[in-house]
């Protein structure tokens, strides 16, 4: 059997270079890329003080989140009758409040909105803020290590076994709630709500 020539020994090492090349430039567009976002779900379903609560997603309407900045009088005005107030407001489904500038730094939030029955009941929406209930006392060093496992930020240590967190607003703090519940540290978790009247 005939051995390979230096050439053709050179060409299978280019050929495996190369090839290399390629699956690292895969995996780092495939780490890096942005995902499509995910669809809100039609349903959703929680336990809080023991109690399952279910949600239903409301299609045609959405809810944005404004700042004090986002809110002023000319705002109100274009808007007529319909009053806009810093936090959570109900709009329609792709109708925002404030269309964006090109000066201003202001991300616009928007999420989805539930009820309580399926097309009936009042309008709810998930802030993002997450209620975690703890088995035992916890130090803030543990906290600390919870969030940045779960990639979420400490708002506030209500007692030390009782603290909430901020993720995203929707239906995104219902999956990282119950993600938490996979920790044995923990209790319950469950997202907190919003009704349309008291939205903040």
């Known amino acids: 059997m005939k051995r390979?020539?230096?050439?053709?020994?050179?060409?299978?090492?280019?050929?495996?270079?190369?090839?290399?090349h390629i699956l690292i430039l895969a995996v780092i567009i495939l780490c890096f890329h942005p995902m499509e976002a995910k669809e809100p779900p039609n349903q959703i379903s929680f336990t809080e003080g023991g109690i399952q609560k279910t949600?239903?997603?409301?299609?045609?309407?959405?809810?944005?989140?404004?700042d004090p900045q986002q809110v002023?009088?000319?705002?109100?005005?274009?808007?007529?009758?319909?009053?806009?107030k810093f936090g959570w407001n109900i709009r329609q489904a792709g109708k925002p409040?404030?269309?964006?500038?090109?000066?201003?730094?202001?991300?616009?939030?928007?999420t989805e909105v539930y009820n309580t029955g399926v097309g009936s009941g009042p309008n709810i929406v998930l802030p993002g803020a997450i209620i975690v209930s703890f088995k035992?006392?916890?130090?803030?060093?543990?906290?600390?290590?919870?969030?940045?496992?779960?990639?979420?930020?400490?708002?506030?240590?209500?007692?030390p076994r009782l603290v909430s967190f901020q993720t995203e607003p929707g239906f995104y703090s219902v999956e990282k709630a119950n993600e938490l519940l996979n920790e044995g540290i923990v209790l319950e978790a469950y997202p907190e709500t919003a009704v349309e009247k008291v939205l903040k």
Do not use: W
Not at 4 to 20: A, D, K, M, V
Not at 55 to 66: H, T
């Open 4 to 20: 390979p020539t230096f050439l053709q020994t050179q060409e299978i090492r280019n050929c495996f270079i190369q090839i290399f």
């Open 55 to 66: 949600f239903y997603r409301n299609p045609n309407i959405e809810a944005e989140y404004l």
């Open 72 to 84: 002023n009088s000319s705002l109100n005005k274009s808007l007529g009758n319909q009053k806009v």
């Open 97 to 110: 409040f404030h269309l964006k500038q090109s000066k201003s730094n202001v991300t616009t939030k928007v």
């Open 136 to 159: 035992k006392d916890q130090s803030m060093e543990s906290l600390s290590k919870l969030a940045q496992k779960y990639k979420i930020e400490i708002l506030r240590q209500l007692t």
